[in-house]
């Protein structure tokens, strides 16, 4: 016998970050914002306005094949999830845009970038 449970999300919830999802909102940021460089890393941000964080991931086909582009993309977006929030200024449109060497990165080193990148966020 098969229960499907509903999940529910509590209101108070602060989301951290929305998704960039169309190509103008990138080039946009790539155009008119600032970037930042890490080894393995570039980050591009812009304010935007609102009082929500905006988050791209863009990973070229140069670093690897669909699965290992995929684990890379879901590494920077959990780190990028794990920063303290006290510390992450909001109201900016953000795009990590991952280098061929990360496809040999794990976990402490993408967030150890990605700290690297957010703290001076202004």
Known sequence: MFISTKIS???????KFDKLRKTK?????YRR?????????????KKNGTKIN?????????VGKAVIRN?????????FRKQDMSN????YDIVFVAR????FANMEIVNRDIFQL???LK
């Open 100 to 103: 061929v060497k990360i496809k």
């Open 54 to 62: 905006r988050l791209g991931i863009s990973v070229s086909k140069k």
């Open 118 to 120: 957010v703290k001076n």
């Open 25 to 29: 909102e990138f080039n946009n940021v």
């Open 71 to 79: 684990r890379v993309k879901r590494l920077i977006k959990e780190a």
């Open 9 to 15: 999300r509590d209101k108070d919830c602060v989301k």
């Open 88 to 91: 992450l200024s909001f109201g």
């Open 33 to 45: 914002g600032t970037s930042k460089v890490t080894k393995n890393i570039v980050m591009y941000y």
